[in-house]
């Protein structure tokens, strides 16, 4: 069942969450039991959860002795190949107490470019799915270069939620909406609903950001709601400490509606 608005998350078929390195990494890692509890519940109502989380470069970076984010593609990719492993690892021990087992998915732009490549990506995907598995998804980072990037795990987490035809998608961020300008602004009202086909033109998210562990912002995450919409998929865009709430359907964070069947957008 497409959810059409917040409330229908709680009855939702297929759900895909995205969470970015800064709510799950360093000294946010507490997060990580936090988030797949409110997983592990949804999981045991019956709904079908995929997760698509970043951090594998930041989780990476201490075990490397680097004192920040590397700036030179190499340096990734190794912190991101020791990282990633941590990370599923540290997801997989708090999913233990719930009998929930992980499977690891790692994307790149090639993988859903082509007809046979998305029938590949997409049949893994619901072979896992079918299993009761948690595939956890994230892009990867060892091989990936600029060339062949998504750009951000919120765009990644819209291509994959069209790829599963999730019923909605929940994008996870530092703040519980997202407003009519950058939050620390005088004026800045937080946003409701956006329609689906609404002019955004005179909204300030504000430029996607570098920061110490990863990248993304308001803009990113608005970018990608849109995509996931436009294709028929209700987006909720909430801070990452109201992950329980939000997949039981509460009224919070920012609802973008999805498109109807007419207007659907396909990629």
Same mark, same amino acid.
């Given at each position: ?92 021990? *708090?999913? =233990? ?7 690891? &998915? #790692?994307? @790149?732009?090639? $993988? %859903? ?110 970018? *990608?709601? =849109? ?7 209700? &987006? #909720?865009? @909430?801070?990452? $400490? %109201? ?25």
């Amino acid at each position: 069942m497409t959810a059409r608005s917040r409330a229908d998350l709680g009855a939702a078929r297929r759900v895909v969450v995205k969470v970015g390195s800064s709510s799950i990494s360093g000294e946010a890692s507490w997060r990580i039991p936090m988030i797949v509890h409110a997983l592990a519940a949804a999981h045991g109502r019956g709904c079908e959860v995929i997760l698509v989380s970043s951090g594998a470069i930041a989780t990476g970076i201490p075990f490397l002795d680097l004192e920040s984010r590397p700036t030179d593609l190499a340096t990734q990719q190794a912190a991101a190949a020791v990282g990633q492993n941590i990370l599923v690892y540290r997801y997989q021990e *708090a999913l =233990r107490p719930f009998r929930i087992v992980a499977g690891q &998915v #790692l994307l @790149t732009t090639v $993988d %859903l470019e082509t007809a046979t490549s998305r029938s590949n990506a997409k049949r893994a995907m619901e072979r896992l799915i079918g299993l009761r598995i948690l595939p956890i998804v994230n892009e990867n980072d060892t091989v990936a270069t600029q060339e062949i990037r998504f750009g951000d795990n919120d765009r990644l987490a819209a291509l994959v939620a069209q790829l599963v035809d999730a019923d909605a998608l929940v994008l996870l961020s530092d703040v519980e909406a997202l407003y009519t300008k950058p939050p620390t602004e005088p004026g800045a009202e937080p946003i409701d609903t956006i329609p689906a086909d609404a002019d955004l033109s005179d909204l300030e998210f504000g430029a996607t950001v570098v920061n110490s562990v990863g990248t993304g912002g308001a803009a990113t995450k608005a970018s *990608a709601a =849109r995509l996931a919409a436009a294709a028929g998929i209700g &987006v #909720l865009v @909430t801070s990452a $400490d %109201l992950i329980d709430r939000a997949l039981r359907g509460e009224e919070l964070g920012t609802w973008f509606e999805p498109a109807e069947p007419e207007h659907f957008a396909t990629i």
